[in-house]
């Protein structure tokens, strides 16, 4: 593992646990900003994950989201089936910061160095804070990078792939609840309206189910308004009595209290790293309600990111792969009653299984 880092001391990140095949942490020589690539685990191939440009109480919160979610990719791209390992960049930025276009940019050139001096162990690709059109950028430093915009002979961004592989997990999750994969006339509660969120609020919408929505910001309220779904603040999101609490926002939103509170009998949506705490999986258990493992919910979008990169792509497979998430996730259910585990452990069990024969 390697670390490297031009601030005075790495003592705060002393009590983290680093499964990491390498952990690069860096300085932009351009933006000045803090610059995490965690690469968990290249067994299956080279790691991809997305890049995340967010705002942090400090520098050491974003390197710790960087492990987070890398480790999660690892999970995420061997229960989908890909040959992919686990990786993820994080640009920290302190609380109130906002970048112009000119600093935006220079951050991801600055991404783009870092990236490309790991040799080719992570690619990157758009996330929370970026965008096709950045990634583009990054690819002026580097060739390990992919989801660029069409206009720049890439494949475009991910996010329908995983609003759809998301739509596909939720129907699986209401025929385990209920015996039917219908979602017309079942309420569900949206926390997070963004890329993936929205395009998952219109699709239910459209397929006849009850909304209860929900965002940090405020604007969103006018496609809440758009598709006849009712608003309520981020902080009564989860208390709503509903089917289903679909989580499309950022992660670490189930935490112990909030389980306690939830007033739905399943939980599935897009957020990466929901469970607090992987306890959590034990307590929804406990409470009787039925847990879609992220890492296997918001697949989508690297299955299309992956599929799509390969030459002669075939649209119609990369569709029905996405849908197949739904399949996977049945079986996780089924393995999770079978072995009376949670469903937290029944997904780790298939991805360590692929791992582990990769081995």
């Known amino acids: 593992m390697t670390l490297t880092h ?9 009590s983290l646990s680093l499964e990491h095949e390498k952990v690069l942490i860096t300085t932009g020589a351009r933006s000045g900003l803090t610059i995490t690539v965690a690469v968990h685990s290249t067994r299956l191939g080279q ?27 690892t999970l995420k791209n061997a ?3 890909l040959n992919l390992g686990g990786g993820k960049s994080v640009i920290y930025l302190p609380l109130g910061t906002v ?15 870092a990236i490309e001096s790991l040799n080719g162990a992570y690619k990157t690709a758009e996330d929370v804070g970026t965008s096709a059109e950045l990634m583009a950028i990054v690819a002026e430093r580097t060739s390990h990078v992919c989801g ?3 206009a720049s002979g890439g494949v475009g961004e991910p996010a329908d792939a995983t609003a759809a592989g998301v739509y596909a997990s939720i129907e699986s999750t209401l025929a385990a609840l209920f015996g039917s994969r219908e979602v017309h006339g079942r309420h569900l509660v949206i926390s997070g309206l963004g890329q993936v969120g929205g395009r998952l609020a219109t699709a239910l919408a459209a ?50 209290a909030v389980i306690a509170e939830l007033n739905v009998v399943g939980v599935c949506g897009a957020a990466n790293n929901q469970l607090a705490n992987p306890a959590g999986a034990a307590q929804l258990d406990s409470r009787g309600i039925l847990w879609a493992p992220d890492f ?25 792969r996405v849908a197949a998430i739904g399949s ?21 069990l298939l991805a360590a299984a692929r791992l582990d024969a990769a081995r």
Not at 47 to 68: E, K
Not at 212 to 226: F, G, Q, S, Y
Not at 312 to 319: S, Y
Not at 329 to 342: H, K, Y
Request: aromatic share 4%; proline share 3%; net charge negative.
């Open 148 to 150: 660029l915009p069409v």
């Open 79 to 81: 229960a989908a089936g």
């Open 296 to 320: 296997v919910v918001n697949a989508g979008g690297v299955v299309y990111l992956a599929m799509a990169s390969e030459p002669n792509a075939d649209l119609t497979q990369i569709t029905e």
């Open 328 to 348: 996977v996730l049945t079986q996780i259910f089924t393995d999770a009653r079978a072995n009376e585990i949670t469903t937290l452990a029944a997904a780790e």
């Open 207 to 256: 397929a006849g189910a009850t909304l209860t929505v929900t965002d940090i910001n405020p604007d969103k309220r006018a496609l809440a308004d758009e598709l006849g779904a009712t608003w309520v603040s981020v902080a009564d999101a989860h208390r709503v009595h509903a089917d289903l609490f679909v989580p499309c926002g950022l992660g670490g939103v189930l935490t112990s």
């Open 47 to 73: 790691a991809l994950g997305g890049a995340r440009l967010w705002q942090y109480a400090s520098w050491t919160d974003a390197v710790a989201d960087a492990l987070r979610l890398s480790g999660a990719m």
């Open 99 to 113: 970048l112009t276009d000119a600093e935006k940019r220079r951050a991801m050139l600055d991404l783009g160095d």
């Open 6 to 14: 031009a601030a005075p001391s790495l003592d705060a990140l002393a």
